[in-house]
DNA sequence: GAACTATTATTGTATATACAAATGTTGTTA
DNA sequence: TAACAACATTTGTATATACAATAATAGTTC
C-alpha cells in the first residue's frame, strides 16, 4: 500500500467529518444550540419515555461522563430536558428529554433535513455500501 | 438512496476522522504537545527554510488565525517555533520551525509512523483510491 | 497627504473536550 | 457492622476552536 495514498485518504477521511460537523454546526446555529447538544436531545428522544444516565448517553455519544454532565447543565437551562436522581440507585441520574425539547428537536431536525437533502443523491446505495465496507476494513 | 445507509455512512465517516485524531493525540501525549500543535510544526517544517505567516498557516490547517496565534503561543513557549515581524509588511509575523522544533519533530514521526504502520496494509491501493474517490464524490 | 477601507494578527468570550481529582452511593468482605 | 473497593456523577483545569471585536499596518481615493 502506498503511503502516499493513505495519508491522502485518512486526511480526506477526517477532513469530512470536520466539513460535516461543522455543516451541521452552522444550521443549528440559529437556533441556539450547539452540535453535541442536538445529539444528546437526539440520544434522549431515540428513547422514547424512558430516561437515560449520564453513562449510558456517554457510551453513545462516545463522550466521556464528565462533558456529558456539561452539555446537560446547558440544555437543564434550556428547558429541553430533565434531570433527577434515579429511585433504584440513587448514584445515578434519570436523564430525559421534555415535551419543548421534543418539540424543539422537530424543528431542528427539519432544518438538517434540508442540509442533507442534496447529498442523499451523490452515491448510489451500492457506493456507500463500499465506503462504509472500506472505511470499516481500515479500521479492523 | 436510502437514509438509513446514508446516515449509517456519514456516521462512520465522522467516528473513523475521530478515532484517527484521537489516537494520534495519545501517541503524541507522553511528548507533551497536542495533535494540532504537532499539525503546526509539520506545515512548517515542510516549508524547509521558509517562514510562513499565521494566515498561511491557517489556510493550510483550515484553522481561523486567531486560533493559529494561541497554538504558536504554545510552541513559542516550548523553543520549537520563531515568531518575528515580517519586515516587508509589519502586519505579517513570519514563523518557522527552529532546529530543536525540527528535531522533535523527527522524534514525533517516529513515533506515529509505528501507529500508522499495521493500518498501512490493511487496504490495497486500489481499495484506497475507490474511498477516496466515494468521500470526494459525497462532497462535490 | 488626509480620510477611508482592507488586511493581518491578536484578544475576549463561550462551548466542547481530555484527563485528573473529588464527592457521594452502593457493594463486598473481613 | 466497619473498612474497603467499585461505581456514577460532578468539579477543576488545560487545550482547542468558533465567532466577535480590537489594534495596527498597508493600500486607495479624493
Not at 9 to 34: A, C, M, N, R
Not at 42 to 60: A, C, D, F, W
Not at 106 to 122: C, F, G, I, M, T
Request: with cysteine.
Amino acid at each position: 500500500m502506498s503511503k502516499k495514498i493513505y495519508f491522502s485518504t485518512i486526511h480526506q477521511i477526517i477532513k469530512t467529518g470536520h466539513w460535516i460537523t461543522d455543516s451541521v454546526s452552522s444550521e443549528l446555529k440559529p437556533f441556539d444550540i450547539s452540535e453535541p447538544q442536538y445529539n444528546v436531545l437526539r440520544t434522549l428522544n431515540s428513547q422514547q419515555h424512558q430516561p437515560l444516565t449520564v453513562e449510558q448517553i456517554g457510551k453513545q455519544m462516545i463522550q466521556r461522563s464528565s462533558n456529558v454532565t456539561r452539555i446537560i447543565d446547558k440544555l437543564l437551562g434550556k428547558g429541553l430536558v430533565s434531570r433527577k436522581e434515579c429511585p433504584s440507585n440513587r448514584r445515578k441520574m434519570d436523564i430525559m428529554i421534555t415535551p419543548e425539547g421534543r418539540n424543539f428537536l422537530r424543528e431542528l431536525d427539519v432544518k438538517l433535513a434540508q442540509w442533507h437533502s442534496p447529498l442523499l443523491n451523490k452515491l448510489t446505495d451500492e457506493e456507500l455500501q463500499t465506503l462504509t465496507r472500506l472505511i470499516r476494513k481500515l479500521r479492523k
